[in-house]
């Protein structure tokens, strides 16, 4: 063991930041886009026009059952040879971008249908529009429900990210590579790398376990919640207090 770490990381610090850096990049863009995708494509399975329900199922079929591989492959080398080309990050975000929105919009699906029309019904007694009845009843329910296997895709995107070495996307495992290539301590390098994805990957899991713990238990998160929350919870003592003080003044 002793032999082991030989490989003078301190020359690296720097691109292996960068590599960070980039796969952190990579990450965040592709997944706000996987789930804005996802979410369109979610609402169109559940759509009342059948045209509209048979292109998203095609769509969410025809990526969930070809690897991620070969649409990192057809997206930077395939759209070149059809005169499209577009660079390295832009190839690689939209490969994880329409991967993994197919993903998304099964779980989004299956959230916003376990809601109960019962809910809907309530919305519209109290007279709010579709658009109302989605964001503020609907859509609140389903986070709750799908934030378990989004919490998942996240953390399996972050992962995922590494494929894109086959296309020197310069992220994490691409540095690995080079660094390797100029090292030859092939064992070492990628042991480090593989200790980098899991100092990322394993806090996020954690947190984001952390995060649905608190969403199923009610707390809320936002500021804008957590003060409404507040004043309903002063009007409810104020009420309490009032008919305490009630009770009193009739003994």
Not at 208 to 217: F, H, N, T
């Amino acid at each position: 063991m002793s032999g082991l770490f030989q490989v003078p990381w301190s020359d690296y610090r720097t691109d292996l930041i960068d590599a960070l850096w980039r796969t952190v990049s990579y990450t965040v863009v592709s997944f706000t886009g996987a789930v804005v995708l996802g979410l369109v494509v979610a609402l169109l399975r559940l759509s009342k026009a059948w045209p509209a329900r048979a292109v998203a199922a095609v769509y969410t079929e025809i990526f969930k059952n070809v690897p991620l591989l070969a649409i990192i492959f057809l997206t930077y080398f395939g759209l070149a040879s059809a005169g499209i080309r577009l660079d390295v990050f832009t190839a690689g975000c939209l490969s994880l971008v329409v991967f993994y929105a197919a993903y998304l919009s099964e779980i989004f699906r299956s959230a916003i249908s376990g809601v109960h029309d019962g809910q809907t019904e309530a919305g519209e007694a109290l007279g709010l529009g579709r658009v109302g009845i989605f964001v503020h009843i609907v859509l609140p329910q389903a986070v709750r429900q799908a934030l378990a296997g989004t919490n998942t895709m996240l953390v399996d995107l972050l992962k995922s990210t590494s494929l894109l070495v086959t296309v020197s996307a310069a992220e994490l495992m691409s540095e690995g590579r080079l660094i390797t290539s100029a090292t030859f301590r092939a064992l070492e390098v990628y042991l480090v790398i593989s200790a980098i994805y899991f100092a990322l990957c394993y806090p996020l899991s954690q947190l984001l376990l952390l995060l649905e713990r608190k969403v199923r238990a009610g707390v809320p998160l936002s500021p804008w919640r957590r003060r409404r929350v507040r004043t309903a919870r002063a009007l409810l003592a104020a009420e309490l207090g009032t008919g305490a003080n009630l009770k009193e003044s009739a003994v």
